[in-house]
């Protein structure tokens, strides 16, 4: 960890702070990403749907559209290239009336006007061939529309702008900012970090960042949106995401229904007004009102457990949204500091967009700097060898050398000790379970961590942590109180 | 007062209602003698077995367990506990080995339930 | 690595371990696999006495039981493998097998399925609220206590009355943690009453029915919970919610049989029970792939699950052994009015003196149970029971040959 100036401090280690870190890691920089959290992707970018948008959603000649038709001719490649799961499914928006076929043909002229490739309009017979389980008349089916690990995708970025030399620092929140001539001193719980830029990418809290150095000039209400997850069962009966036409009215929600790479299938997001930038409560109704309609949509997934809810919120400009629609993308430098450059409201599109909002960064810093590119810049990761996926050789030839590749660690998920050792060991030093599951998929199944919790206690331990040190997902969320017996 | 009770030593789980006054009890609902000793059993001396997890001296972490020989009057759960608490046998721990003979003077042991070798 | 064996059980718990034995005694070459380091399953952690009242006529704990078991497993020549997971298995009974010791194929001749259950998950039951650390199944909860030597919490509320619930409020209690109250939504406790008695009512640990919990609250650990009353559909009653301040919720709401690796052979389940379909020899619809213990029904006592295995497991030796005829339409055995389930639901026509198993849907008092024949309207068997609980699973025998469908009931 090195001390003196940085050219860079990113603030936010979600999607779009370490698509930023990444872009940076190109050129001779010295970087650092500073996460208030104990993990990456513990904030927006946990509670998202992880769909790659194709960019026919979002209001022509915007920001947003512009980053979204970018983002999507990089993201795949890139995603590749950084060895993190996803696919291209394709996307289906269904219409039932009249009515909502217009509103189809609506969708494919704005995603025409945006360059999106790949828009045919299908009907009921075509949809019936594409998802066999999903009923409706008329569908707007999208050939470039994705899925991918939204978590996956963050850390690995992280990790490859790390490999390619930037500093990666959790728990440190910027409380404060000394904003001098040439250069930010930002008050971290662990001191002071010097830098010449600042990006701040911090999310639900980006106007709070702001408001670091002076009065913030826009402000982030909460846009929260919950989830019910289905069980991976669910994956064998829908394998794109399939959306409704938005309803006319708030007697529907218009939930989306999302597979994601490991099968289960995303239920939601809802959305209403939040008064907790925090708020990630499950609620009754909404659970009721998510299974209500999805199973409405695609009926056979009424027969599919729940294995888990989850919910976050979405950081909406306010007062910036026009009759056109919600405010768009807001990356600005600081009229009153140079050098301080704001992002604020990324929310869909910001996952696909984030490659092309990291140029774009990229770019405002290289008009007035000379950005001299890294050599021996590494562009990809190796990607993590994940026993459920390897086929019965490999597997062999692993557990023949190390038998952690033998011990089965999850097993809803089939996760050996060799990944959970690999998984610990990352060069942040995220230790909670939560941590541990993202990089894993440990918990993520049909038992929620029953089997593999006491076991990664156990590994934890044999790590050195005590036990009343081992966190759920940081802070005060400990896991146990220590020992019964001393 | 009046405590109720399901009798548990036949299916036939006779719901009994015990009465205690001044010292004597009166046993109401019974079908059989049996049913009348556990009520007094239960309501004048209950008895308990109990068990607990220890850990084994000498591994990292690694825990037996114990129970007892037979059951003690249930006041003595917490006392018992309390002994059983100053244990950490060594390893090796065998199924079966005493780690506390008449323990409190109850007349029951404390025994290992799981072998840690 | 491919390996070949007569019989292969897969799980080393009551029901697995007796299946081994069972098919051992029955002469054929048997291979037994568990995952965890030792064999003895979910007993290991299950450090309370009540175990072995059948099979050895005392009452012991399940390390004891598990161990005594092991050992005869072990001194009979059975080849037990632990830390071996079993990770698919084919129609065909080749299973794909991980461990520490490498990983490859075992292709057997006949499998016992004794995988055991997991626990329902606060996501299944839909509990609304945050997401705080402290929130545990109670099996889970169990393995940390006795099994770690961890300290989950101070303050404990339990959502469940089923026997894990019951006893884990016992244990907690005995390590000085205090357990707030027991909390069920059934309006009749889902445990043995033995258990409410030791675990709750000697501790003055209250127990309330119809009550559920209906928020968590608590961002990194959980600080209170809200449990309110339900209705007859259980459905939450407005103006009933009451806070308790707590930093544990442990959940005891049911247990699931594992069936991953039945579906993935093709094995028929039972919505009713979460198990295998099985004839009177334990055998599944797959030929040659026999269930018995938890993975088949969720047993109240362990001893159940063993006698299970010791048939599951002679049944497989001899089918190991090509010693069983090819099972033509079988009778189907079904469940009528006030039972919940029957097993087995499907019996070779002709056989005499089969074993049934059952539950009642809800407590009976003085209720007839009655098998009958659903063509004939004969009734095959009839007895009166003052007593039944859903918590306790009741064995009959039908003495007379099963030659057509039948019908289980409860009358008044």
Known sequence: MSAGLFDVAVIGGGVVGCAVLRELSRYRLRLVLLERRSDLAEGVSKGNSGVIHAGFNVRPGSLKARTNAAGLRAIYGLASALGVPHKKTGKLVVAFDEDGRRHLEALRSQGERNGTPGLDIVDAAAIRNLEPEVRGAWALFSSWTGVISPYEFTIALAENAWRNGAEVRLESGVTAADCRPDRFILETPAGPVSARWVVNCAGLQADEVAGLAGPADFRIRPFKGEYLVLDKAAGDLLRMPVYPVPPRDESSLGIHLTPTTEGPVLLGPSGETAEDKDDARSTRGIMDRLKAEAFRLVPALGRIPVIHAYAGSRPKLDGLATADGPADFLVAESRRHPRWINLGGIESPGLTAAPALAEHVAGLIGAREDLRPREGFEPGLPGRPRFARLDDADRAARAAADPDWGEMVCRCEHVSRAEVREAVGNPFGARSMDAIKRRTRCGMGRCQGGFCTPRIIGILQAEGLKPEDITKKGGSSRLVFGRIKP | ?117 | MIRDVDVAVIGGGPAGLAAALGARRAEARVLLLERDDCLGGILNQCIHDGFGLVLYNESISGPEYAERLAEDAVREGIVVETGAMVLDLAAGRTMRVNSRGGYGLVRAKAVVLAMGCRERTRDMIEIPGDRPAGVWTAGTAQNLVNLRNLRIGNEIVILGSGDIGLIMARRLTFEGLRVKGVFEILPWAGGLERNIRQCLFDFSIPLELSTTVIDIRGRERVSSVVVARVDDRLKPLAGTEREIACDTLLLSVGLIPENELSRRAGVVLSPATGGAVVDETFMTTVPGIFSCGNVLQIHDVADGASLEGFEAGKNAARFARGAVAAREAPAGIAAGAGIKYVLPQIVRRGTAGAGLHFRVAEPRRNVWIEVCGRSSGTTLFRRKYPRLLPSELQRIMVKTAIEEDLEVSAHD
């Open chain 2, 1 to 117: 007062m009046i405590d109720r009770l399901t009798c548990l030593l036949c299916p036939l789980g006779c719901e009994l209602e015990v009465e205690t006054a001044g010292g004597r009890l009166e046993v109401r609902g019974h079908q059989c003698d049996k049913g009348l000793d556990f009520a007094s059993e239960e309501i004048l001396r209950p008895k308990r077995n109990l068990a607990a997890s220890i850990p084994v001296a000498g591994t990292d972490g690694r825990t037996t367990a114990v129970r007892l020989s037979g059951r003690v009057p249930r006041e003595m759960i917490f006392p018992v506990l309390a002994e059983i608490a100053k244990l950490r046998p060594a390893i090796p721990v065998r199924r079966g080995d005493v780690l506390i003979r008449d323990v409190l003077g109850t007349g029951v042991d404390v025994i290992a339930t799981r072998t840690v070798v």
